[in-house]
């Protein structure tokens, strides 16, 4: 393992998806307390990738911040009362384990992949916001609908988008398109780096058990050759314990880097694993070890405090 890093995120009051399951049972091993959202994503440790279900955001719950350091600083902020709620965050989840692919020159990825630290940088921010069109009183069901925009700094563009939600007790399904941005993976004619603009589709699943979460995401990009990106990713909740273990799958023309052999290989189908473990002690904090969460085989510390 080549680097650890930290993760600290703050929250400031419960953010919670409308359904809870541990209002219902009373178990000693209940759900992801731990969590933002316990609807969508919440199996992963971290919130930033639920900004790609927009419709999610309804069901926030009070404030919450999240601030993630690794060669710098990234900021997430969401708010809501239950009905209506709103986010944005400047955590940029492209070619993370949990996010969508990177779309960038072939030399600028191979060469990042290689080296010491090789996280994805690009200056986007994401705003989502979103209202329930329905909830039964016990939030047992829900519709919800949401938008989303991204802002590229380098390109000063505003890119847009929505989706639907729905939620029936412990299973959630999410569906959104927007429009995103990179860069071609090919210089132009005069040797320069171009900016490419593509729709993305986002299909989600959660199913959100007592002491057990499932989580299901495909990314599909709308760009001139086949691109999709499968996830899935589980928690497990044992007393003050949180197990965590997903596979992705890649299906694009880039190359896979074999980080034993220092080599590229061509795949059209690329697997790649995470696993984490999570620890909550004094009642607000929550400290844990993830693997692979940059998809650079590194390390990570993750540290959570609820305030």
Not at 182 to 199: H, I, M, P, Q, V
């Amino acid at each position: 393992m080549k680097l650890i890093t930290l993760f600290i995120i703050l929250i400031g009051q419960s953010c919670f998806a409308a359904y809870d399951p541990c209002k219902y049972l009373k178990l000693n091993s209940c759900g992801n307390t731990h969590s933002i959202n316990k609807g969508l994503g919440a199996s992963r440790p971290t919130s930033s990738s639920s900004f790609s279900s927009p419709a999610s955001m309804a069901s926030v719950k009070g404030f919450g911040v999240e601030a993630i350091t690794w060669d710098g600083f990234e900021f997430s902020f969401v708010t809501g009362n239950g009905k209506v709620g709103a986010g944005v965050s400047s955590s940029n989840s492209d070619d993370t384990f949990f996010g969508n692919t990177a779309k960038e020159l072939t030399e600028d990825y191979e060469g990042r992949i290689q080296s010491d630290n090789g996280k994805y940088k690009s200056k986007k921010y994401t705003f989502a916001t979103a209202l329930s069109l329905y909830k039964t009183k016990k939030g047992f069901f829900s519709i919800n609908l949401g938008l989303i925009g991204k802002y590229v700094e380098e390109t000063s563009n505003i890119h847009l988008g929505g989706g639907l939600g729905l939620s029936l007790g412990p299973l959630n399904l999410g569906y959104s398109r927007f429009k995103d941005e990179g860069t071609a993976t090919t210089l132009d004619s005069n040797s320069l780096r171009t900016a490419t603009e593509f729709y993305v589709d986002s299909y989600s699943l959660g199913l959100n058990l007592p002491f057990i979460t499932f989580d299901y995401t495909l990314f599909t990009n709308r760009i001139s050759t086949v691109e999709k990106v499968h996830i899935y990713s589980g928690g497990f909740f044992y007393r003050k314990f949180i197990f965590s273990y997903g596979r992705k799958l890649e299906i694009s023309d880039r190359r896979k880097y074999d980080f034993e052999n220092k080599a590229f290989y061509t795949y059209d189908r690329k697997w790649s694993s995470f696993a984490g473990v999570q620890y909550k002690f004094k009642k607000k904090w929550v400290a844990g070890l993830l693997s692979n969460y940059y998809l650079n085989q590194e390390l990570s510390l993750i540290l959570t405090g609820f305030f």
